[in-house]
């Protein structure tokens, strides 16, 4: 599978600034998505990263407080805005790729931990 | 309504013994896949293995395999012969034929291996 990485690994940021979280594959690949995990929950996505267009963004999220982008098949851009501490969370942004020919399977970077004070 | 339903919070098995991590989903899309992820502390997601609606068989990957019960709607993670580096929160997802590819996600159990 595609090797991955996210920058930064971990931050802590002041409420009301913006972070830029950069996703780095090493090979093309067609579809990138953005997923939020807060604390102790599961993982919710935020959008589909669609190259050369604006993201697909799923409901409730908003592309002035999570804006996408994806200038190429290989990286991606997610900024959280405006931060507040309900933003503190872990960031993760994953790949589909077929691996072992079984199906479309989505392998994730290994996220950003954002803390919000 | 709550498509993966993962009723187990925390659970715990010792070392060597195998162990069943539930789920359950819920869609009317004949066509589906559910997949199983491992997330240790560290944060960064693993896929283990994939079941898809119209398979056959069982899916096997090492010392993972998948209890699908489709009439059941449930498609079991079972782990053989547990090893202390399996001590992570265990997620299932679902992706429907109309979901683009994303993924829906129970809320995960969190399991312990003991010595």
């Known amino acids: 599978s595609a090797v991955i990485s996210q920058k930064p690994s971990r931050d802590i940021c002041q409420r009301g600034t913006s972070l830029t979280i950069q996703c780095q594959v090493d090979s093309q690949v067609t579809m990138m998505f953005w997923y939020r995990q807060q604390p102790g929950q599961s993982l919710t996505l935020i959008a589909t990263a669609n190259q050369g267009s604006e993201a697909t963004y799923e409901s409730g999220f908003v592309i002035d407080k999570f804006p996408i982008s994806r200038p190429n098949l290989t990286f991606s851009t997610l900024t959280v805005s405006n931060m507040s501490p309900e933003d503190s969370s872990i960031y993760l942004c994953?790949?589909?790729?077929?691996?072992?020919?079984?199906?479309?399977?989505?392998?994730f970077g290994p996220g950003t931990r954002l803390t919000v004070l | 309504a709550q498509k993966i339903t993962q009723t187990q919070p925390g659970m715990f098995v010792q070392e060597k013994e195998a162990v069943t991590l539930d789920c359950t989903y819920d869609t009317s899309d004949p066509s589906y896949g559910l997949f199983w992820y491992k997330q240790p502390s560290s944060g960064e997601m693993i896929f283990l293995i994939y079941?898809?609606?119209?398979?056959?068989q069982n899916a096997t990957e090492g010392r993972y395999s998948l209890n699908f019960q489709k009439a059941r709607k449930s498609a079991n993670l079972v782990i053989s012969a547990s090893q202390l580096g399996d001590s992570a929160m265990y997620f299932c997802?679902?992706?429907?034929?109309?979901?683009?590819?994303?993924?829906?996600f129970g809320k995960g159990t969190s399991l312990l291996v003991t010595p």
């Open positions: 079941q898809g609606s119209y398979d056959q």
């Open positions: 997802a679902m992706r429907e034929s109309n979901s683009g590819y994303a993924l829906n």
């Open positions: 994953s790949v589909l790729q077929r691996a072992g020919g079984v199906t479309d399977t989505q392998y």
